[in-house]
């Protein structure tokens, strides 16, 4: 059977590759121990913390499938189901209690000691699949717009005719591609009309609602004044000793004007504010968002992980195109990852019926996670370390927590 020929260049690379066979720190000071080994003292693990991490172990993008030969790239599964993972990370007894140590101490009420003292049990690979399509779409729709008309030119369909909402050029305002909002409002050319304030028919002035309530429509009179309330109309305040004395609020005389209209019978219309107008025009609402679909193929493991922890995780992308509309992705030697692109496809985000697809991006990669099995005196727990950027992850138990209304932090003393 003809195999395909490889450049000097991928040979190369290749090569490169295959020489590292496993990822761990070259510092550690029980290189040879057994990863269930006995605890070690803080002052170990804190020294085997400062040791350089190695190089990257692989490409941070990677565009095409193919583009990697199979037995170099982390291990996925083959057509006959998962294959053996290659190129695993491995961490020992100081990495794993380091980063523990390192989880807990940013939780004030969890103990140092389990995390110190505890067996090792078991470090079990599991590495996760997940799979993402973005759709970046825009949206336009034209919203109307009415505001008091206060003079000028008009920009109506005198100048010309209106243009469809999507004859619009947005270049300037056009956003990066997959950002995840964005809006703007942009007035529309030649769409302004001007006509007459409805509510006060042009005059700039309604019916006063205080001293004209019951006029009729288009009715109203002038120098209408209401009762005093502080001398209740007499024009004179009473004291206990029998005196009187003339009211200060209405200067004797037990009326006062109309509060709101001063007695002129109209007050200014607030619709157009005063000037009698309105101008309405077409505005068009743009938005600019990213719909993202996502999904995480995990083995039993690894179930119990939320999936956002894998969508932030740093990891290998096995594939990344970018089109109109995406496709999916293809492997060679490998059924599971052509399904389970086709089904991150299948679940494309509905897009509304206002809006347009600007292009699509579709990415497949491959997270790795190490589950860690820590047990002392009959008792255990699991906890997760996820992805290149080895963020550590604990669900539910830990056999030091200390919650009962106050911080033992002094747990943290005990060597």
């Given at each position: 059977m ?6 000097a260049?991928?040979?190369r ?20 121990a ?10 170990e693990i804190?020294?085997?913390s400062?040791?350089p991490?190695?190089?990257?172990l ?7 499938p ?10 996925y599964p ?15 007894e ?10 807990v ?6 103990g140092s ?5 505890w067996k ?9 699949y997940?799979?993402t399509l973005?759709?970046?779409?825009e949206?336009?729709e034209i919203?109307?717009q009415t505001v008091p ?15 469809g909402i ?20 942009i ?7 001007v006509?007459?304030c ?14 004209n ?7 109203y009179k002038?120098?209408q ?8 109309g007499?024009?004179?305040i009473?004291h206990?000793?029998?005196s009187d004395?003339?009211c ?5 005389k037990?009326?006062?004007?109309c ?24 505005i068009?609402?743009?938005r600019?968002k990213?719909?993202?679909t996502?999904k995480?193929?995990?083995r ?5 992980v ?8 740093q ?16 492997f ?7 399904k ?11 897009v ?13 990669s ?11 005196r009959?008792?255990?727990?699991n906890?997760y370390?996820i ?6 992850y604990l ?9 009962w209304?106050?911080c033992?932090?002094l ?5």
């Open positions: 003809e195999e395909p020929l490889l450049s260049e991928k040979k690379e290749s090569e490169k590759w295959g020489s590292y066979q496993y990822l761990q720190r070259t510092g550690s000071s029980i290189r040879n057994s990863i269930a080994g006995a605890g070690v003292t803080v002052e804190r020294s085997a400062s040791v991490d190695p190089p990257a692989y490409p941070p993008v990677i565009s095409t193919v583009s990697i030969p199979i037995d170099q790239a982390v291990g083959s057509a006959y189901g998962p294959g053996p993972e290659l190129q695993r990370q491995i961490f020992d100081v990495e794993i209690r380091e980063l523990l140590i390192d989880h101490g940013h939780r004030c009420c969890w000691r389990p995390a110190r003292r090792i049990h078991a470090v079990e690979d599991c590495n996760v997940v799979g973005d759709t970046f779409i949206e336009r919203v109307k008309f206060t003079g000028g030119n008009i920009n109506g369909k005198k100048l010309g005719a209106e243009p999507w004859e619009l050029d947005l270049k300037s305002e056009f956003p990066s591609l997959f950002i995840p909002y964005k809006e703007t409002q007035p529309i050319p030649n769409s302004e009309t006509e007459k409805h509510g006060c028919t042009g005059r700039g002035e309604v019916i006063c609602p205080m001293c309530v019951n006029a009729e429509p288009g009715f002038e120098n004044t209401m009762t005093c309330s502080a001398c209740y007499r024009g004179l009473a206990r000793d029998g004395t003339i200060i609020s209405c200067n004797g037990g009326k006062l004007p509060p709101t209209c001063q007695s002129h019978g109209l007050i200014k219309c607030q619709t157009c504010n005063g000037s009698g107008s309105l101008s309405t025009s077409s068009a609402t743009v600019w990213t719909l993202s996502r995480v193929s995990a039993s493991g690894a179930a119990s939320p999936d956002e922890v894998f969508h932030r995780a990891g290998v992308q096995l594939s990344n195109t970018q089109a109109y509309q995406c496709t999916p992705a293809y060679a030697d490998s059924y599971f990852l052509n389970f692109s086709s089904d991150v496809i299948s679940m494309r985000s509905p509304p019926p206002t809006a347009n697809v600007v292009c699509e991006r579709h990415t497949v491959v997270v790795p996670v190490t589950r860690v099995t820590m047990s002392d009959g008792k255990a727990f906890f370390i992805g290149f950027g080895k963020e550590v669900k539910d138990y830990y056999p030091a927590r200390f919650c209304g106050f033992p932090c747990e943290w003393l005990k060597v």
